[in-house]
C-alpha cells in the first residue's frame, strides 16, 4: 500500500501563496491518477484538483487559475501550487491516490484508495 505523507500548509494572508507537497512511500510511475482534496469546517470533502501519468488535469471551478496541480515521478512527489488564495481556501487539504485505468476515472473520489492525513491551510483575511 502507498503512504502519502503532505506537507506545505500554514497560516497565509488572503492574497498570498502556499505550495503543497504530497511524498509517496513507493515509485508512483505506475500510479495513474492523483488529486489533492480539501474538506471545510462542516462541509463535505471535495475534489480541489487531479492530475494524471499522461497529463490531463481536472480543476474545481472554485480554484481554476489560481492553483495548478503537478507531479515529479522521478521525486515520487505531487504538488499542489496555490495562488490569490482566499479565505474560504481553508481547509484540511488530503493528498490521494489511485492505480485507476478508466477513462475519466481520475475525477472520481470513490476511485481512490490511498489518502494522506492531511495538512491544514489557513487563510486570513
Known amino acids: 500500500q502507498v503512504q502519502l505523507v503532505e506537507s506545505g500548509g500554514g497560516l497565509v494572508q488572503a492574497g498570498g501563496s502556499l505550495r503543497l507537497a504530497c511524498a509517496a512511500s513507493?515509485?508512483?510511475?505506475?500510479?495513474?491518477?492523483m488529486a489533492w482534496y480539501r474538506r471545510a469546517p462542516g462541509l463535505r470533502r471535495e475534489l480541489v484538483a487531479a492530475?494524471?501519468?499522461?497529463?490531463?488535469?481536472k480543476y474545481a471551478d472554485s480554484v481554476m487559475g489560481r492553483f495548478t496541480i503537478s507531479r515529479d515521478n522521478a521525486k515520487n512527489t505531487m504538488y499542489l501550487q496555490m495562488n490569490r488564495l482566499k479565505p474560504e481556501d481553508t481547509a484540511v487539504y488530503y493528498c490521494a491516490s489511485s492505480y485507476c485505468s478508466g477513462y475519466g476515472c481520475y475525477v472520481l473520489e470513490d476511485e481512490y484508495d490511498n489518502w494522506g492525513q492531511g495538512t491544514q491551510v489557513t487563510v486570513s483575511s
Open positions: 513507493t515509485s508512483i510511475f505506475s500510479i495513474n491518477a
Open positions: 492530475i494524471t501519468n499522461d497529463g490531463s488535469t
